[in-house]
């Protein structure tokens, strides 16, 4: 695990919602459910999982500033948190980054027919092969590590809690999320707020499209 965000602010609540998984107003009131759905909102999904106290000082301190966590206007104590970011393995990179080459080449490739650009029904075929051979189709693949860097625990979240994705289905999502096709990250029946973050970040990238021809490998459009 890597530290993503350090020397958060915190406050009383958010602590007791990291540490114990619940959080009780003054009067009583099972409060953990609205301070868990902030963390979600500003951090993503698995936010439980990842927003951690720094143990290196335990000691509170008064502030008037809003919470790093929830957004708390209100003063009172808070504690310093981080949040801890895993790293992709090279299987899931390499499952991601498949992944992602195929969906490109299977609808978003393109090729000159004459003066005409035509889509290439079978660009797949032609580049698909045993190994590493994603890695050596001339396809700019930046955003996708880009991608898969910023929202692996997001990715990893729907992972645990899906019955069907796959790091091959994610890197395959990612592309045709990002190019605004009829399927992506948004109808998997993936947990809505997964769903909506990874396809809002996603589609940030704008259209990647590739053409091809008789060479070994291809152009980025």
Do not use: K
Not at 3 to 24: D, K, M, P, R
Not at 131 to 139: A, D, E, F, K, R
């Amino acid at each position: 695990m890597r530290i993503a965000i350090e020397n958060l602010s915190v406050c009383v609540y958010c602590v007791s919602v990291i540490a114990n998984g619940e959080a009780y107003n003054e009067d009583g009131d099972d409060v953990s459910a609205d301070f868990a759905a902030c963390h979600v909102d500003r951090f993503g999904p698995g936010a439980a999982a990842n927003l951690v106290l720094d143990h290196s000082d335990d000691e509170p301190y008064f502030s008037w500033s809003s919470c790093d966590a929830c957004g708390s206007t209100d003063g009172g104590d808070r504690f310093n948190a981080a949040l801890l970011s895993g790293t992709p393995t090279d299987d899931q990179r390499a499952e991601f980054l498949a992944g992602y080459v195929t969906a490109i080449l299977w609808v978003n490739a393109y090729r000159y027919d004459g003066d005409e650009l035509v889509s290439d029904e079978n660009a797949t075929y032609a580049y698909v092969a045993p190994g590493t051979w994603y890695l050596n189709t001339g396809m700019s693949l930046t955003d996708a590590e880009d991608f898969l860097a910023e929202n692996y625990d997001v990715l990893t979240y729907v992972i645990r809690t899906s019955t069907d994705a796959t790091w091959s289905r994610h890197g395959h999502d990612f592309a045709l999320t990002r190019n605004g096709h009829g399927a992506g990250f948004w109808d998997r029946g993936y947990d809505t707020d997964a769903a909506n973050w990874l396809t809002c970040n996603a589609e940030r990238y704008g259209e990647h499209n590739v053409i091809t021809d008789d060479s070994p490998t291809v152009s980025d459009m």
